[in-house]
């Protein structure tokens, strides 16, 4: 059974989590600040991480960026919540390293589809082939690393989906929409294609820092493909 | 009785001596002038003399007083100056033992110094009387009667204070005639720029004695004039002049100043068998001597004044001109003032652009009169709109209505919209048209009592036209302003109907009209390059009916613009020629002169400056307006930025509470079984709650963000996509239908902010979708069209929603301006559309009807490919 850590300074809104998820039938851990959550996270490595942003002492992007820091936090799935609902908010969480988000106040069906499309994301991954390779470009599942022009990378979870996926379809223009239902499981129709955008942001700043090539082409009007050489 | 002789320049002088010995034994005779004292002293042979001390001799600079003091003829000399100065120096310059001082004119002193002069012995000189008569008087003088000579000085000397021109010449002839007893006398001076003598005065002409000026000289004068020797005929009187007809006696003289023949002085007798001799020559020339020194001061004095005149009517004008900083009355005063100072008939005033090569018009101001036979012509045939005026009472032509295509470049040509024309009917028969013009377009045709009025005008001053001629006066004018004020026509014009009924001829044309926020080129002046030329080079171009002209193409534009004369002069400022102001005479053929050419360059650069100033005014309104704009959005944009602080706190605050309750609710409806009452109280709990949550998403999505994206080149089309895939979704569960249409060619793209774009479709939907409430059938939707023609993309966004009722569409773009009820709507989502449209360069516009729906026509500026 998973085991969810959900961190949220608003103790109303925290209880109202944990009821969801009691619900839901996950196995949690309710905290009410950043720093607990950091100490609780030396010991214990949840299969989820639901995050408010806005938290005094240390807000949750502070939180999120750090732990991506760390090689073992890298790949934990993180869920923001978020009160403000901003888009600039939502960016600055999303550029952190978080893997989705929703905006408070959410409805039951909304907050379940996240938290189960993450967790079964974090689980299929270990299924079907090891590694992917197109051209210099090389991609192993096993240890979410890509190696670009000889450079290997640490991947968050959906950093790594997002990049199978487009490397899975060679030579296809992809777009947000259909990204956001492949790798973030939304119906169709929803979701937010700023997640997408901030994704292949960071996916293109860790592949095309060193090696200063262009792995992931913008085809304006549609969207995102890898080529093949 | 004692004759005392009182010579001093100013007046008020002999008038105080005159009354301070009124009532005395003394006879008072006085001179003004140097001159005329030694003329008074040596004819007159007064007993006492009284000078001014302080006049003195314009030719040598000596002191009258001096002078008189040594003239053979001794008298009783006093000499007068209350300044001690001068007292000083005209003591130094005189025998003191001859002249007495005095510094007050009172009766006492002044009989008390003139009894001692004339006690003082004088000095007896032999054989007085004989060298007078060979020395000091002219030997002419000999053989002059003695009232000759009397009318002689007082004539001269009357003509020396008279300094109007025309009185001179008058006195000069009424003189001439006397002196000579003839039966006329005349003046003939040269006129013009040809120099040709004209009779300029005369007197004693059979025809009673009216001024015939301007006749033709005939062949003696000429040669008088050219030869400066004077001419004698009598009747049997052998030369080689000819004897003109009806001519008994003729004696011509030349007029001279400083050896320069000025004018020539005639008398004549016709019936009186009287001839002139020897003797009336030299009277004449005398007479001419003094006269051409009268026409000359005159003449001065006459342009001086004229001068001034000029200048005090310059001044004048300037600060008329000067007076408005509109640019629309500058041009009006413009055209008023040269109008006055020219008296003409019509000014223009033209434009340059730096861009254009033909100058636009400005303004035109017209008191124009043709005189029948020179009116500009209107063909019937080729103008049927103004033929079919005839027949109708009154009709309204439109330059920009296809029915009038022959009128359409008629009423260009003279840069009006719309003539109205008013049909003039005397007794039965048709008379002429009453046309007025308009610069702005007119919807509807003048009321009837209006027509009426205009009509009988229009009667009065064409039927007045066909019994008396051109006899033409300001009441035309003010008729013609009053038909202006009734129509609110800019100008109006009275066209008669030609006898063979198939013209109109224009006769009166009367009004002013400004063109400054149309663009009208008179194409007319598109062909005369030549002249256009000379004025950019600052210089004035003149033509004239009579052929006076400064350039071929000056003759061309004359007959263009239906005149008998005209005058451009250019307007420059700064060394840049701006425009220039077109002053035309419809009337007279008349050379501009000299003077005039100046007075309209004096004007032209009066009205240059006010023309800057007045742009100058108008960009400054301009800008403060845009300042003014600017501050109120800043002020908007801080109250907004202040709104979306204010937003993200109560959010933050709202939201939390509202999960829990949101997401409470749904656990326990879907968790606990309850009675019907219960659960309809839990499901009204979460409705309220997601309402809660929509308001505050709304007010979140509305306020403006502070964008750190960059501006790139974007796809509309993507953006619109984008936005729809957003609501889409949303949209349809409530079972709205959302359609698109695009029909683009290539990928529409434009430099804009991403998210402004994306947030402008999504303001829209929304407010779509809005409109859709609780409407059955509700569909809405995005049509894309590009209009590569001008570069543009056009969105429609449209719903078949409620409608905006008329009275609001001005205020749906106003900030929170919402017709939702309180709470549901921030009134700010239209608001952001537009400043997101003045951002991008687009604009939006709004069509609805109520209970049918809506569309916001979106156009956007795409990237030149």
Redesign the interface.
Known sequence: MAHIFAVDD?N??L???G??LE?EQYEMTLINSSIKALQLLEKQKPDLLILDI?MPEMDGVTLCRRLRRDPRFITLPILFLT??????DIVTGLDAGADDYV??????PE?RARISALLRRGNREKNGKASLEIGDLRLDSETFQACAADETVQLTMTEHKLLRYLMEHPDQALS??HLLQAVWEY????G??DLVRAHIRNLRAKLEKKSRRRYIRTI??VGYMISTP | MTRLLVAAGNYDITQTVKTALSGTYYELISAFSHRDALFMFRTQTPDAVLVDAAMFDRNTGERTLAVLSRELHPVALIGYTSTPAVLHSAQNAVDHSRVMFIDQLDRAPLMKALSEALRIPLPTIEGLDDERDQDTAPKSLSIWRDDEIQMLFTLSRSLLEVLDLSEVLHRVVQAARHIADAEEAVLFMPQGDSGQLTIQAEVGAADGGSVSRGRQTDPSASHVYQTGESILIAAGFPGKYKQTANTNALLYVPVSVKDRRIAVLGVINRQKKTIFNRRHQDLLEQLAADAGIAIENARVHGMNLQRTNDLSALVNASQQINSSLSLETAMINICDQVNLLLNCGRVDVFHWNSSQDLPVVWARSQRAVWRVGYAPELSLKSHPGLAAGLRNKVQLISAFRPENPEEKEYLQSLGAASLVTISVVFDGQPLGLVLAYYVKAQETPPSLDVIHRAQAIGVELLSQQLHSGDAYHRAEFRAADEVNQLLKSDWVEFALLGQDRRSLLRLISSGTATWLEETYSDSALNTFGGSLQALREHKFIRASANGDTSTLGAQAMLDAVNGRSMLGVPMTLQGETIGFILIVDTERTRAFNERETQLAMGVAAQAATAIKNAELIRQLKVSYQELQTAQERLVGAARLSAMGELAGAVAHQVNNPLTTIVLDAELLLLKTTFDEKSREALEAILRSGKRAAAVVRRLLTTVHKERTSSVQRVNVVETIEETLFLIRAHVQREGIEVRSEVEVHGIPLMIAVREDLNDLWLNLLLNAHDALRGRKRGAMGVVVHDRHADDHVEVVVWDNGIGIPPENLDLIFEPFFTTKPAGEGTGLGLHICRQILDRLGGSVRVESRVGTGSRFIVRLPLVKE
């Open positions: 608003e109303e809104v209880q109202t989590v009821r969801v619900h806005i009160a403000k609902g901003n888009v600039d905006v408070k106040p959410f409805e039951l907050l947000p929409g119906p169709q129709g929803t937010d294609p304006h009007g």
